[in-house]
């Protein structure tokens, strides 16, 4: 059984010219799906640029939370089920919870965090408070054993430790899952706006270049466990090569991009050459990320500057 992170994975667009996402991009949902329609009513009175602004903090801490997740997620499940179990241990692995219970505190307390999207404010105070309980014990949890304390006790602590952070965790996992979603569906909202609003301006190369990296996203999430499909991938691809073609040739960071796609796409098919394997998709989380970064350093202003 895996991690709850990888029954989709996922990464989160940067929106190129008006926003400046983190390199990695990858985010891990459970609950709503990232494609499920997103409450509006807050959208007119707030700007893009506010709109922007009051997420990004909040997309950093969730990214960087769900990439170092990634290769640790079949060791956390493994230690939660065997905790579950009522296994004693000789050692643990558990998310790195304190640093996203800080970056979250981070994002709650930085200028426009609150206020700009209710949704996110709910769901970030429901994980928070679930955090401010279960942060600290996780902690303790890892340094019980990485003591080896259980062997001056015969487990005793351990039980009672485990008994609290069971529960615990399982509003964790469901309070991260709805916060996740929430923040990648307003992300997807404005992408799906700048790109219109490319379209709308004859910009066609730039909005092309977003469209882009929205398929190189779908198909990296596309990849999940047990139920990775791919024809379905394959299908994407063929979607994102006629992307490609509609783009000029481009030098520097654009050429670049491209190769990047073709080193992705590779990590896609290895992974899909057998069994769902953690490490290959690793690979392929990798290359995203590496794709991702190129992405942010493509000049998107003149992919159209002959129209100018």
Known sequence: MLHPFLRRVCAVLTLCIVLTAPAVLLTGCGGRSAESPVPTQQMPAR?????????????????????????????????????????????????????????????????????????????????????????????????????????????????????????????????????????????????????????????????TFLELRTKARELVRMLRSGGHDPEATEAKIREINTLIEKLPAGTGYLVTYKNGINSLVAAVRAYNAGPPDPNKLSNVVEEFNRLAATGNNVGVNALDAKKK
């Open 47 to 207: 700007s893009m640029e506010e709109r922007r602004a009051s997420l990004g903090p909040y997309m950093e801490a969730t990214t960087a939370y769900n990439s170092t997740m990634l290769p640790l997620s079949l060791a956390v499940s493994t230690t939660v089920s065997d905790l579950r179990q009522g296994k004693h241990l000789t050692r643990i692995t558990l998310p790195p919870l304190s640093k996203l219970r800080r970056e979250l505190d981070a994002a709650h307390a930085a200028p426009g965090g609150t206020g700009v999207y209710p949704d996110v404010d709910a769901a970030t105070e429901e994980l928070r408070s679930t955090l401010e309980e279960l942060a600290p014990l996780a902690d303790q949890m890892e340094n019980y054993y990485a003591a080896g304390a259980y062997t001056t006790d015969g487990y005793a602590q351990a039980d009672e430790m485990t008994a609290e952070f069971l529960p615990l965790y399982d509003r964790f996992i469901s309070a991260y899952d709805r916060l996740d979603a929430i923040v990648t569906d307003h992300y997807k909202e404005m992408r799906l706006a700048q790109i219109d609003a490319m379209h709308s301006d004859g910009r066609e190369n730039a909005a």
